[in-house]
């Protein structure tokens, strides 16, 4: 399955996220926020270009370790982490040279998602999607209780 459309609109968000940090230097607590996703989404787009699809949500950062550090230039996780992990905090002394890290880092992972993975790469499969008609009575019912609980204290109107 080919994600083409997806990885593009991921990069754009990606540079859109970007440039509205660039926009926004002063205000870091948006301007860190704005940076971790630009990097979420570059790096998601390298994903779904390689036939692992993820959210660029804080929980891929376990994926990125995991799967693609490895596999790309050693002197990006660092940053990639770093910018994730600064999130919120304290504004770095040098923020020009993160704006620039951060595009350097969206231009590779713009390179790595129109090529092929590296021959070693091997896309975790993704799981067919549940079929409600497929669960038994049981599991329809822990469904139904874990996500619908009954309303209290409220009367039906007769």
């Not at 859109?16 to 870091?28: E, K």
């Not at 990097?39 to 376990?62: D, N, Q, S, T």
């Not at 990639?80 to 969206?106: M, N, S």
Request: one cysteine or more.
């Amino acid at each position: 399955m080919t994600y083409v459309n997806q990885v593009d609109a991921l990069l754009a968000k990606a540079r859109g996220y970007l440039a509205q940090a660039t926009s926004q230097p002063d205000n870091w607590p948006f301007c860190g926020s704005a940076l971790a996703r630009s990097l979420e989404h570059a790096a998601c787009a390298v994903f779904m270009a390689w036939g692992e699809p993820y959210k660029a949500v804080r929980k891929m950062h376990r994926h990125f370790d995991e799967r693609l550090a490895p596999l790309i230039d050693p002197a990006i996780p660092p940053v990639v982490r770093w910018t994730w992990e600064y999130e919120g905090g304290g504004k770095p002394d040098d923020l020009g040279q993160l704006f620039t890290a951060c595009e350097h880092i969206i231009d590779a992972f713009d390179d790595l998602a129109r090529n092929d993975p590296p021959l070693d790469w091997n896309a975790l499969p993704i799981p067919p999607p549940a079929d409600w008609e497929g669960l038994s009575v049981t599991e329809r019912s822990s469904y139904d209780q874990r996500w619908m609980p009954p309303c209290r204290g409220v009367r039906a109107s007769v």
